[in-house]
T-cell receptor, first 118, second 111 residues
Framework: AQKVTQAQTEISVVEKEDVTLDCVYETRDTTYYLFWYKQPPSGELVFLIRRNSFDEQNEISGRYSWNFQKSTSSFNFTITASQVVDSAVYFCALSEAKGGTSYGKLTFGQGTILTVHP | KAGVTQTPRYLIKTRGQQVTLSCSPI?????VSWYQQTPGQGLQFLFEYFSETQRNKGNFPGRFSGRQFSNSRSEMNVSTLELGDSALYLCASSSQGATQYFGPGTRLLVL
């Protein structure tokens, strides 16, 4: 069975600080996808990033970056120079990937509430 | 492209009633997945439909059912509502093998 753990329940930072959200996952699948989603107070889940299990290259996209380490089953997400608008609940998620496709079943972590103070 | 749309956005029902929620995916997306979000259990997968067939199912009782139409629109139905069914129900769509994009959700309150 798949499992995603986000140990940080809540994080509070001051604007312009960097913040890293931790995510640890468990799966027996050899190929899988990892995701980060953001949920603002409106409730809609907003897709941020996706990574597949066979590509451990870490990237930066604007103020977002991620660190995928298969050896430790971790997929951490960093926001650089945080802004008040980044305040939201952030979810890490995992899906199996058979034949290179990602079936539509996401397993989510419990979420991390990020509050960015001005 | 228009995003995923869900109707209704808010719903109040009483115990024992049934409810039907609707989801219209992004144009061209053939996969639709449904999730339930509650404060206690978090985000849980209900089921996924692809080309009118249920491809995957979560651990929910048979009171929760769904279907998908030929235009990829999907509905989920909950019969004999219980207080614990109060939740945010999220629908997501994807083209095969790609990222799931979520709708705004339907907030269901069962009294």
């Amino acid at each position: 069975a798949q499992k995603v753990t986000q140990a940080q329940t809540e994080i509070s930072v001051v604007e312009k600080e960097d913040v890293t959200l931790d995510c640890v996952y468990e799966t027996r699948d050899t190929t899988y996808y990892l995701f980060w989603y953001k949920q603002p107070p409106s409730g809609e889940l907003v897709f941020l990033i996706r990574r597949n299990s066979f590509d451990e290259q870490n990237e930066i996209s604007g103020r977002y970056s991620w660190n995928f380490q298969k050896s430790t089953s971790s997929f951490n997400f960093t926001i650089t120079a945080s802004q008040v608008v980044d305040s939201a609940v952030y979810f890490c998620a995992l899906s199996e990937a058979k034949g290179g496709t990602s079936y539509g079943k996401l397993t989510f972590g419990q979420g991390t509430i990020l509050t960015v103070h001005p | 492209k228009a995003g995923v749309t869900q109707t209704p956005r808010y719903l109040i029902k009483t115990r024992g009633q049934q409810v039907t929620l609707s989801c219209s995916p992004i144009s061209g997306h053939r996969s639709v997945s449904w999730y339930q979000q509650t404060p206690g259990q978090g985000l849980q997968f209900l089921f996924e439909y692809f080309s009118e067939t249920q491809r995957n199912k979560g651990n929910f009782p048979g009171r929760f059912s769904g279907r998908q139409f030929s235009n990829s629109r999907s509905e989920m139905n909950v019969s004999t509502l219980e207080l614990g069914d109060s939740a945010l129900y999220l629908c997501a769509s994807s083209s095969q093998g790609a990222t799931q994009y979520f709708g705004p959700g339907t907030r269901l309150l069962v009294l």
